[in-house]
């Protein structure tokens, strides 16, 4: 597995962005996939995960409504819409995969990408 993440920036609050992770390679489908975020001197958190073939989704409390994952294995990738940004949404956004079908538990993930950069103004 070869995360790579993209589509973070500098956004204005109520704005929206589009995450993307592709899998360089090219095995996404064997794996469940997470979003996670880490702000400045917290913990990294699961935003959002879902499982290998996208039947079970699951978005934390903080962004249910807002955020939706969506993964297309034929490209072996997974998304992350962003609508409706608050300035507390802003952190590294991570993706990362799970040899289990699904999970919602950070320890759970082995892979990860290099992070992107969100940052939401106020």
């Known amino acids: 597995v070869q995360l790579q993440a993209s589509g973070g920036g500098l956004v204005q609050a109520g704005a929206s962005l589009r995450l993307s992770c592709v899998d360089r390679?090219?095995?996404?489908?064997?794996?469940?996939m997470g979003w996670f975020r880490q702000a400045p001197g917290k913990e990294r958190q699961i935003v959002a995960s879902v499982s290998r073939s996208g039947t079970y989704l699951h978005h934390s409390d903080s962004v249910k409504g807002r955020f939706t994952i969506s993964r297309d294995n034929a490209k072996n990738a997974v998304y992350l819409q962003m609508n409706s940004l608050k300035p507390e949404d802003s952190g590294v956004y991570y993706c990362?995969?799970?040899?289990?079908?699904?999970?919602?538990?950070?320890?759970?993930?082995?892979?990860w990408g290099q992070g992107t950069q969100v940052t939401v103004s106020s």
């Open positions: 390679g090219r095995t996404l489908s064997n794996y469940g």
């Open positions: 990362a995969a799970t040899r289990l079908v699904y999970s919602t538990e950070t320890p759970d993930y082995q892979y």
